[in-house]
């Protein structure tokens, strides 16, 4: 028993880095997975926060629908969907945008549907060009044989 209590006095740091190890572990769990968690936690309060009629929304189902009425005091979020209005518990809205950034996203795509368009419409007028080049190429041959006929008569 007296080598084993002389092993500990030996090396009184082995006990304590034991301690510190188990406290360094806390802490990276802590940044690791609580503190991103509590982030995202808020991130999404302040969107139900922010979450008013007319937005956009998209139930955690699947279900893409937009605002009609909500109740923060019952949280009860009602949402049409296409004409049929269902009303959902407010936890229950996966996420949401406002309708001012949906009609700003529908801008950006319209624009490099335009940008797109006008690309298309460049093509088709270099390829009536080549035509033409293809269409004189036959009637310069039929003048060279109309030619040669005519110097062969001659």
């Not at 624009?111 to 310069?140: I, L, Q, R």
């Amino acid at each position: 028993m007296n080598i084993l209590t002389l092993g500990a006095a030996a090396n009184p740091i082995g006990s304590y880095g034991m301690l510190i190890f188990i406290v360094i572990l806390f802490v990276g769990m802590y940044f690791i997975s609580i503190r991103p968690q509590k982030k995202q936690q808020q991130k999404r309060q302040d969107m139900l926060k922010q979450m008013d009629k007319g937005d956009k929304v998209v139930t955690l189902g699947g279900i893409k629908g937009t605002v009609e009425s909500i109740d923060r005091e019952a949280k009860e979020v009602v949402v049409d969907c296409d004409g049929i209005y269902l009303t959902f518990d407010l936890n229950f809205i996966r996420s949401a945008s406002p309708a001012d950034n949906v009609k700003d996203a529908t801008n950006k795509n319209a624009k490099k549907v335009e940008a797109s368009d006008d690309k298309a419409d460049e093509k088709p007028a270099e390829e009536p060009k080549e035509e033409t080049k293809a269409e004189e190429k036959p009637a310069e041959e039929a003048k060279s044989d109309d030619t040669k006929s005519d110097d062969a008569e001659k």
